[in-house]
């Protein structure tokens, strides 16, 4: 007989009313960056460190994000772009004369502005440049004298050029700008299937593999699959934290509402959180962008107890000095009804300033008893825990004549997983046992195990009734 631990998950049971975390987490996005294993980014580096490492990437941005709202281990792995980023048109504002025209494809969505700083030509003249609108600016520069300038880890080159002038005119002038902005590179969901198969088959447990960049229903429809397969093939159980598209400029609320209730449409999975929140934000090196919120979600996430919901007023504010406003306006308007759909949102609440998730929600099917993320990830510790017992034990020899004793002996090591999680406060109660009805383990060399819990609750609304009290008047003499 071939020796295996099987893992089941019995879900609904709440509705008949009947060894240590791991807070580490892997991501998969576009990175110009080539790495045959996945690299290693921890909360102790700064953003020019995770930069060195990954480029100045979709990838590293999410990095960025999720270290600084609280995740310490990330496992990142780096996949080469389908498509290309594209560049738009340039703009010009000013009297100068001269050219400003880009090479290259973008590493990343970039807003990109050149200032003039100093008139001149070329080789006389000066710059300085932002990739985030203007929020931010590169040291000054003079302009090269064969024209071109490399903008560092974006992938792009700026080409100045001259202008014809007899009576001395300088090409470009103080104060003058050019701008234009790019597109991110995308990656196909056959390459990022890919990259969780590598994820698989990696010897490091995470919680939560964050798929970085905009996706939708077929490539959600898929983890579902996969996240079945690291539940009971690869005893290494994994949320799925996914990011919708953004409304686009042409489409109304009423439309893009519509729609995203469309994509959602067969994805039933407690393994799978889609992130649709979009706001103008500020990462921890000061670049202010428009991002869907997964990063900052992920980080969340890391700084949690597993059974804490992630839109605990009290614990997880996100200040309104990073995230600016909420992106499209008026979407807000929205928020419980995308908030039904499932989708992981941001919101926020009368008479305070910060932004807070609305609920953890993962894709879960009506009546679920694994409706949010914290109940999803208790559900994956112990999973983990319970099954890494079950390895310890696997061809652990039974005494037939002593068979109580013997399997009293493994229920007690078993129960050492769920012993953890109650001094941790993540359940309340919980017990692992073994049938020995009708066991002959002679015969069947198998054990059916049962690991039962009692969930921490969680205080999701508040109903307050006010009322003026008349007490009876005391009268007088």
């Known amino acids: 007989m071939y020796s295996e631990v099987n893992v089941e998950v019995e879900d609904g049971n709440l509705g008949r009313n009947s060894s240590v975390a791991t807070h580490a987490q892997a991501k998969i996005g576009v990175s110009d960056v080539e790495s045959s294993v996945p690299v290693l980014i921890t909360n102790s580096m700064k953003p020019d460190d995770i930069k060195a490492k990954l480029g100045y990437s979709p990838l590293a941005d999410a990095c960025i994000d999720a270290v600084e709202n609280g995740l310490q281990t990330i496992y990142a792995f780096p996949v080469k772009a389908d ?125 939560v593999c964050h798929i970085v960049g905009v996706s939708g229903k077929a490539l959600w429809a898929a983890l579902q699959g996969e996240a079945e397969e690291f539940l009971t093939m690869y005893k290494k159980p994994v949320i799925f934290l996914c990011e919708a598209r953004a409304c686009k400029s042409d489409e109304t609320l009423d439309e893009y509402m519509a729609a995203m209730e469309a994509e959602k449409k067969g994805i039933s999975s407690y393994f799978i959180c889609v992130s649709l929140t979009y706001g103008t934000y500020m990462r921890k090196d000061l670049r202010i962008q428009n991002i869907n919120m997964a990063g900052v979600i992920s980080g969340l996430i890391g700084q949690a107890k597993e059974s804490l919901s992630i839109g605990c007023v009290e614990e997880f504010p996100v200040s309104s000095a990073k995230l600016l406003k909420i992106l499209p306006e008026g979407i807000e308007n929205y928020n419980r009804e995308f908030d039904n759909m499932k989708y992981t949102i941001f919101r926020q609440y009368d008479g305070k300033e910060d932004f807070y998730v609305s609920n953890g929600n993962v894709m879960a099917s009506a009546g679920s008893d694994f409706q949010y993320v914290e109940s999803v990830r208790v559900l994956n510790r112990i999973v983990r825990d319970v099954a890494a017992k079950a390895v310890d034990k696997i061809q652990t020899e039974i005494d037939p004549g002593g068979i109580e004793s013997s399997i009293k002996a493994i229920e007690a090591y078993f129960n050492i997983a769920m012993e953890y999680c109650e001094r941790d406060k993540i359940i309340s109660s919980g017990e692992v046992t073994i049938n020995t009805e009708g066991l002959n383990i002679l015969r069947d060399e198998t054990l059916d195990v049962e690991a039962v819990w009692v969930p921490m609750g969680t205080a999701r609304v508040y109903n307050i009734k006010f009322a003026v009290s008349n007490p009876a008047s005391s009268g007088g003499e």
């Open 83 to 207: 498509v290309a980023g594209s560049t738009g048109d340039i703009t010009h504002s000013g009297t100068g004369t001269g050219t400003a025209s880009v090479k290259g494809e973008p590493n990343n969505t970039y807003d990109i502005v050149v200032n003039i700083t100093e008139t001149g030509n070329l080789n006389e003249g000066s710059f300085r440049y932002s990739i985030d609108g203007g929020n931010n600016f590169s040291d000054e520069y003079t302009i090269p004298l064969g024209g071109a300038f490399e903008m560092q880890y974006t992938g792009l080159t700026l080409e100045f050029t001259n202008t014809d002038a007899s009576d001395g005119t300088k090409s470009f002038i103080s104060g003058d700008a050019y701008s234009f902005s790019t597109t991110v590179p995308t990656v196909n969901n056959a390459h990022v299937l890919e990259a969780v198969e590598k994820l698989a088959a990696y010897n490091r447990m995470v919680e």
